[in-house]
């Protein structure tokens, strides 16, 4: 996985992500530019975050679940 | 693309041509799994090496990374496979920034069962068959080929072109024009022949246009 290690610890880049997610649903595209990362990497991440329970899909946008706010946002 | 079931019910799978769709994928790679889509609404260089760890290759990976920054202004990404494992293609990456002090950022697929490669055409087994050959797929937003460039495993790819060729396609799509030989950005750009005599009456007495003749002529964009 790349986001989420065996020990469960998220990677830079997927912490950058569920920040940019913990209080409004945002489409990969919006995150993309707000986090500066490439889009295919938002958007693989989102499948893997998702299946994780890091995040959950509105729609076409994603939003943090309240297991990755009470884990990693503080 | 097109499948096609013969009488024995084997699977014949066509290789992607130009304006034919790209063949879907899902791809270990060295930023974890991707997939085609995930690079929808942007332009994709795909290209594949012979292995890891040799020198031509060595110096394209070198040469695709000092391309990147220009390639991502114009909305495109760049996807690296070989048959290779993830681990070799991270040891490489690792090693070339040793040694060449060049970071890859772009992704590499691990395509250690061939599926990818098959799918795309990136093996010739009479040069090698377990080797991709040096494959270039440029695919547009929609994720249609547009065009595609092999070289032999001796030769390392002019990176100049693969550029001069993706600016020309974008450049063609946005003015709908056509390109000469040899042709540069800023240069004059071909207009489509007149397709009736009406209009190529009318085109000849065109001054923003520069005219041999009705089929003939170029302007600057």
Redesign the interface.
């Known amino acids: 996985?790349?986001?989420v290690t065996d020990k469960g610890e998220l990677s830079q880049s997927a912490i950058a992500i569920i920040e940019a997610v913990k209080d409004e649903a945002k489409e990969p595209?919006q995150i993309a530019s707000e986090t500066k990362l490439?889009?295919?990497?938002v958007?693989?991440?989102m499948?893997?975050l998702e299946a994780n329970n890091y995040v959950k899909a509105e729609g076409d946008a994603y939003v943090a679940t309240d297991f990755a706010k009470a884990r990693i946002i503080k | 693309m097109t499948n096609i079931e013969n009488a024995g019910q084997e699977e014949v799978r066509s290789l992607p041509r130009i304006g034919s769709p790209a063949p879907s994928f899902t791809a270990k790679t060295t930023h974890g799994e991707l997939k085609l889509e995930d690079y929808k609404g942007q332009w994709l260089i795909l290209f594949s090496h012979p292995a890891d760890f040799t020198p031509v290759c060595t110096t394209e990976f070198i040469g695709f990374q000092e391309m990147y920054p220009t390639l991502r202004e114009k909305n495109t990404e760049l996807l690296g496979l070989s048959i290779d494992s993830v681990h070799s293609h991270i040891a490489w990456v690792r090693n070339i920034e040793e040694k060449f002090g060049v970071e890859i950022e772009f992704p590499v697929i691990a395509d250690l069962t061939m599926d990818v490669a098959h799918k795309f055409g990136m093996i010739m087994p009479d040069e090698s068959d377990t080797e991709t050959s040096r494959a270039v797929f440029i695919m547009d937003p929609e994720q249609t080929v547009r065009a595609i460039i092999y070289y032999p495993s001796a030769i390392g790819r002019n990176m100049d072109e693969i550029l001069r060729l993706l600016t020309a396609l974008q450049t063609a799509d946005e003015h709908k024009v056509a390109m000469p030989a040899n042709w540069r950005e800023g240069e004059r750009v071909i207009v489509p022949p007149a397709p009736t005599q009406e209009l190529a009456a009318e085109r000849m007495k065109d001054d923003s246009l520069e005219c041999k003749d009705f089929y003939f002529c170029t302007k600057e964009l």
């Open positions: 996985m790349a986001c595209a490439p889009l295919f990497k958007r693989s991440s499948r893997e």
